[in-house]
């Protein structure tokens, strides 16, 4: 496996699934041509260190990295060195999923990604964001789902200020949004989906200036939206299967919803 760019250079894509005798992985980081890296259920993982890439190479070409149910992988490298601003050795991911990675930390920071997935994974956001290196490496697109996300995930979380698009998707005991979105300066969409405990939205939704669209499909228990999002005057409003919204009468629903539609969408 140590040649292993010299006789399949050409290979794109790699998923690793439930091998469980494997205790390191080979230096899959030196496939020139890597496009797309999955692991998943490999219990006798606990690290990804810098031999991963090789003495000197990097993952140039390495654009999607999905993580599931690698319950003792506790670190994954991204820098040659342990410098905050050392050479990224992940320099241009667009997605970066994790779910069901309870140890997992990437150090000294996550990859640069356009997208997060996270789940179940209360450790992968920076303990305290990005520092100096924020204006390249902060996403903008933050996907959260699964189990409801503990404190200690939505204090990381509120460093994100630079996230555009936020979508909670199937949160389970989410009654209403926490407090650290609003640290979120520049979101313009929220999509909120299959949140079966959603109880109520927050008044300070209207502080959003920058807020253009929100989506809010299945979710039974939300009945109202609030008063303060009728100053939104450019937000564009989707509700699907919603029963108590779509119930919603009365003149409130005229002044605050300014699109409602009942069109089913994709779940992305």
């Given amino acids: 496996m140590l040649d292993i760019p010299s006789y399949i250079p050409y290979l794109t894509t790699i998923f690793l699934v439930g091998v469980k005798g494997c205790n390191h992985l080979p230096q899959l980081g030196r496939l020139p041509n890597l496009r797309a890296l999955g692991l998943a259920k490999m219990p006798n993982i606990t690290s990804v260190g810098r031999e991963f890439y090789g003495n000197y190479g990097n993952c140039q ?16 490298w991204t820098t040659r060195s342990s410098n905050e601003d050392g050479e990224f050795l992940i320099p241009n991911l667009h997605q970066l999923g994790v779910a069901d990675c309870p140890k997992l930390k990437f150090l000294p920071y996550p990859p640069r990604s356009v997208t997060w997935m996270v789940g179940n994974s209360d450790h992968v956001l920076p303990e305290r964001g990005f520092g100096n290196l924020s204006s390249t490496t902060s996403p903008f697109f933050l996907v959260i789902g699964g189990a409801l996300p503990s404190s200690e995930m939505w204090r990381r979380a509120r460093y994100l200020s630079s996230i555009d698009g936020l979508q909670l998707n199937t949160i389970t ?33 209207g502080d959003f200036t920058s807020l253009r669209k929100i989506r809010i499909h299945k979710c039974p228990k939300l009945s109202s939206l609030p008063e303060r999002i009728r100053g939104l005057t450019e937000l564009e409003l989707r509700i699907v299967d919603c029963p108590a919204l779509e119930n919603w009468q009365g003149q409130d629903r005229g002044e605050i919803a300014h699109s409602i539609s009942q069109v089913s969408y994709p779940s992305r």
């Fill in 61 to 76: 070409k390495l654009r999607m990295i999905a993580l599931n149910s690698m319950d003792n992988l506790e670190e994954w």
């Fill in 173 to 205: 005991g989410l009654r209403t949004l926490p407090e650290a979105i609003r640290g979120f300066t520049n979101l313009r969409k929220l999509d909120i989906l299959l949140c079966a405990d959603l109880e109520r939205l927050p008044e300070w939704l």
